[in-house]
Nanobody, 120 residues
Framework: VQLQAFGGGLVQTGDSLRLSCVAS????????MAWFRQAPGKEREFVAT????????MIADAVKDRFTISRDNAKNTVYLQMNSLKPEDTAVYYC??????????????WGQGTLVTVSS
């Protein structure tokens, strides 16, 4: 599976942004998808994950009231809708895929990151 993330950019505090991750390869709909982020000088952290059919999601506590993950298997795309952005959301955001469900750290496939910068 190959993953490519889009949609990052420079926004202001309180703005919204939607990231997209397009997946290619066989049976993409068979994979759990996830978003992670890595802020400057910090370790990569889990943001959200979504089950293969899209019916189950897990969102990190730090963003659960503001971020939503969804997927469109017909388009091989997973989305991260980010609302009420804060400067502390500034990070490189990565999408990831795995055959198993439930991990907040170990994923088999990773895409390149897309940078989100939130100005105060």
């Amino acid at each position: 599976v190959q993953l490519q993330a889009f949609g990052g950019g420079l926004v202001q505090t309180g703005d919204s942004l939607r990231l997209s991750c397009v997946a290619s390869g066989p049976t993409v709909s068979s994979y759990t998808m996830a978003w992670f982020r890595q802020a400057p000088g910090k370790e990569r952290e889990f943001v959200a994950t979504i089950s293969r059919g899209g019916g189950i999601t897990m969102i990190a506590d730090a963003v659960k009231d503001r971020f939503t993950i969804s997927r469109d298997n017909a388009k091989n795309t997973v989305y991260l809708q980010m609302n009420s952005l804060k400067p502390e959301d500034t990070a490189v955001y990565y999408c990831a895929a795995d055959r198993l469900w439930g991990s907040r750290s170990s994923y088999e496939f990773w895409g390149q990151g897309t940078l989100v910068t939130v100005s105060s």
